[in-house]
């Protein structure tokens, strides 16, 4: 496969980002704080109990920013060379690509569609390239929608090889205007295949709601017996399918066999939907990738698994039901069997549904590190591409993963973020670098336990196919099938929900299990082994997804988010656990510890209730006279040194004030409830569920005419402070809580309401305490302004009743205690 000389340049390289002015800046802010908490330990008797209360939230503000300067050290990327591929290798490597999705009403099949688009066009040869769609709702709709999109792609993948299109999704594409320096043929072609997408889309949208009211209709009307869709006999097989009750489904909806014409040009596309049954635990997201994968085995995974007798009942529900965590974490597993047997190719693509191919060399780029890095000493099990998105809110992420993002890759690599990473097949079967020979092959003592014939049973299941793959993948072999449709008998096999039973899949292979950061817990199981990973940024980006609006979407996800976070540090892969293994490098260890970020939410409710408190009480939360300058110093650098971050990355102050904002937003109303969350699953009152993300459906044209839509810091962001979108949803309450009672101790020191002794010789409340009341206000404006507002804009009279009980309670405590 590969040209191995010393004469040719590296196919990537690692670049380091090092800076030593941010090293001094951060570690002048970390001397600040122990600084802070030292004078806090030393005029602590000499002060109200209010000190010990701020000197925990103090604690954790300094333990968080221990961990972020010890994962900035030392920044570092890989810089891919997709250039000097052809070069290099006579025989580019297979991939496999996954897009999973759950919900047809929460992720529209458009979206799905145009993802699939930009997949199949990527410049890389066609027969090299495998499309697996996991449909985690089996919806017919989703279906129906990949079986268009195969028609369009027909016409849309050969136009982008032609014209080296960049952007190689419609929806994003057709947004740029046509330029008139181009040439008649080009010009000619653009519009035929703007044509036939604006054609098919509006085809599609009209089938779609037809066929949806029909579905809808029959679902909800029907006592249990089973019924037809009509017009396609395909969709037959969906017609007594439920979300949560339905057997295996593998369709072929397109196969590339050669032949001539454009027909050549497009990859493999296959529609998969795993079997569910109610009294059956699917694992979410996780599960149906290893279906998808079936190849992805060895990754440390603690199932919750519970195998109990099918029960045939099923009750009458919505067809769109609420997709439960178990259904769509198990998604991933199965895309990896699946795979594994139709094309078995080595590396493996997953991405989110809502997240189109931006740069078409992607697979190339990715190609380079895993190439280059095959035989060397630091060996790469992954691949991650930061996500990045167009539309909105996503200003404080791109920040993050900049500063934070490269400085773990400037470690042991960077932890998988479930979307727009590529993975190595024998990695996700559980190979360790111990077990590979210097020339990439399989040790004799790894030969020996792999691939034995009564372990490989064990491990991986029974069908007798997907071991064969399984064998070929861990032995380096690349045995592309003659025909997918060949498999699909053997395919439904490895997709019945019993299979996983009493094998590995879930607990040592594949996607690791037990959490809802099921790529969190997967990626610490494979550097626990010993791999390291690798981090690309490229320009452009290589993906862009889309936000949840602003609101109770952002928050939902921001919970899910922090309670998977915190499901990790409670199972087999616990960072903790992580601390103790000779495999991780001490600085990754410390990195794992990101995973408490959720956990700053209480000192974050807190210190946002303090000043009011003090105010309240008429006592000092901040030191006196010279000593002052520190809390002041500390609150300077930070704003200062966050503000050079965003606008060194493009954005605008006013970007920079809005993220601070939202930060605060989520930490308070989204991540306390995480802990809420695992409380109660460690009491066991509760398990924790999966709610599917909304997605943006995309524009196929700017209102204004046919100007390009590109993002702007100052677009979306600008109007987020009079655009927050609130409901009934206890998710609001803290945050109008904190409002409430800090215009409350500002009003009552206004008026001179506030106590007028203190008990301590630690001093009254002052201008500090106004100042920092003031900023909590500003930071959670946009509670302040749905005081105010009416509609979907405005804070619902329950959830403000509630918020203005607890405030009373609070300033009652605060005054009479």
């Not at 810089?79 to 025989?91: A, H, S, T, V």
């Not at 196969?255 to 596309?269: C, F, M, S």
């Amino acid at each position: 496969m590969t040209v191995s000389s010393s004469s040719f340049p590296p196919l990537c390289e690692k670049i380091s980002h090092t800076s030593f002015f941010l090293r001094v800046v951060d570690l002048t802010i970390l001397g600040l704080l122990f600084s802070l908490l030292l004078y806090r330990i030393l005029h602590m008797r000499e002060n109200d109990n209010v000190w010990l209360v701020a000197f925990l939230c103090e604690s954790g503000f300094t333990f968080i920013w221990l961990i972020i300067t010890c994962i900035k050290w030392s920044p570092a990327e890989d810089k891919p060379y997709p250039n000097r591929l052809d070069e290099r290798i006579c025989d580019l490597p297979s991939v496999d690509m996954f897009v999973p999705t759950a919900n047809p009403v929460r992720e529209p099949p458009i979206i799905v569609a145009n993802t699939v688009l930009s997949l199949l066009a990527l410049n890389y040869p066609a027969n090299k390239l495998a499309c697996y769609v996991s449909d985690d709702g089996c919806s017919p709709l989703t279906y129906f929608s990949l079986k268009e999109t195969s028609k369009f792609a027909k016409i849309w993948v050969p136009f982008c090889k032609k014209y080296n299109v960049r952007v190689r999704a419609p929806f994003r594409y057709f947004l740029n205007p046509l330029v008139a320096a181009y040439d008649s043929e080009f010009r000619k072609d653009w519009k035929m295949t703007k044509v036939m997408s604006v054609v098919i889309l509006i085809y599609f949208f009209f089938n779609f709601f037809r066929e949806y009211e029909k579905l809808r209709r029959k679902v909800e009307d029907s006592t249990g017996d089973s019924f037809l869709l009509d017009g396609d006999d395909e969709l037959e097989t969906f017609s007594n399918a439920k979300p949560n009750n339905h057997s295996t489904i593998v369709k072929v909806v397109w196969e590339n066999k050669g032949g001539v014409g454009d027909e050549k040009e497009v990859p493999h596309l296959v529609y998969i939907s795993r079997e569910k049954r109610p009294d059956y635990v699917h694992h979410y997201k996780s599960g149906a990738m290893n279906f998808l994968v079936i190849d992805f085995s060895n990754t440390s995974i603690f199932p919750s698994f519970r195998y109990r007798s099918l029960s045939s009942s099923g009750s009458s529900e919505s067809f769109f039901a609420r997709i439960d965590i178990n259904n769509v974490m198990i998604h991933e597993f199965e895309q990896l069997r699946v795979s594994g047997l139709m094309t078995n190719a080595p590396y493996m693509l997953n991405v989110d549904c809502d997240m189109y191919a931006n740069e078409a060399d992607v697979v190339r780029q990715a190609m380079c590190v895993f190439l280059q890095k095959s035989k060397s000493p630091d060996r790469c099990a992954f691949v991650q591409f930061p996500q990045e998105f167009y539309d909105s809110n996503s200003d404080e992420l791109a920040v993050v993963q900049s500063y934070l993002g490269r400085g773990v890759a400037g470690i042991q690599g960077p932890l998988y973020c479930g979307s727009g990473c590529f993975h190595t097949r024998r990695v996700m079967y559980g190979l360790s670098p111990d077990n590979l020979e210097n020339n990439g092959d399989l040790s004799s003592s790894a030969t020996i336990e792999f691939l034995d014939e009564d372990s490989l049973a064990r491990k991986f299941g029974s069908s007798k196919e997907l071991v064969i793959s399984i064998v070929e993948a861990l032995q380096g072999k690349s045995n592309p099938k003659t025909s997918l449709t060949d498999f699909i008998e053997a395919a439904q096999m490895v997709g019945h929900c019993h299979y996983e039973h009493q094998t590995n899949w879930g607990k040592t292979l594949g996607c690791l299990y037990d959490s809802v950061a099921e790529d969190m817990n997967t990626s610490i199981g494979i550097h626990l082994r010993g791999w390291s990973s690798s981090y690309i940024c490229p320009d452009p980006p290589a993906f862009l997804g889309s936000t949840p609006s602003v609101g109770f979407e952002a928050i939902v996800q921001q919970r899910r988010w922090g309670t998977g976070a915190i499901e990790v540090l409670f199972n087999k892969q616990s960072p903790l656990r992580g601390m103790f293994s000779s495999k991780i490098r001490f600085r990754q260890r410390l990195a794992y510890l990101w995973v408490l970020m959720c956990l700053r939410s209480i000192p974050e409710l807190f210190y946002c209730l303090l000043p009011a408190y003090c105010l309240l009480r008429n006592t000092a939360l901040y030191p006196k006279g010279p000593c002052l300058a520190i809390t002041v110093t500390i609150v300077a650098m930070h704003c200062l040194y966050t503000l050079w971050q965003f606008t060194n990355n493009g954005f605008s102050v006013r970007s920079w004030y809005v993220s601070q904002s939202l930060w605060r937003i989520l930490a308070t109303c989204g991540w306390l409830f995480s802990i809420h969350d695992i409380l109660l699953k460690l009491l066991g009152i509760s398990n924790v569920g999966f709610v599917v993300a909304k997605k943006t459906t995309p524009k196929t044209m700017p209102i204004s005419g046919y100007e390009p839509i590109q993002r702007q810091d100052d677009g979306p962001n600008s109007c987020y402070v009079h655009k927050f979108e609130f409901d009934n949803s206890c998710h609001f309450v803290p945050g109008t809580f904190i409002m409430l009672v800090n215009m409350a101790a500002l009003a009552s020191n206004f008026v001179g309401l506030q106590r007028s002794s203190c008990h301590h010789e630690g001093g009254r409340s002052g201008l500090a305490e106004n100042c920092a009341c003031i900023l909590v206000i500003l930071l959670f404006l946009p509670f302040l302004k749905g005081l105010f507002a009416k509609g979907k804009y405005g804070i619902p009279l329950s959830t403000l009743s509630k918020a203005a009980l607890l405030a009373m309670i609070f300033v009652v405590f605060a005054v009479g205690y």
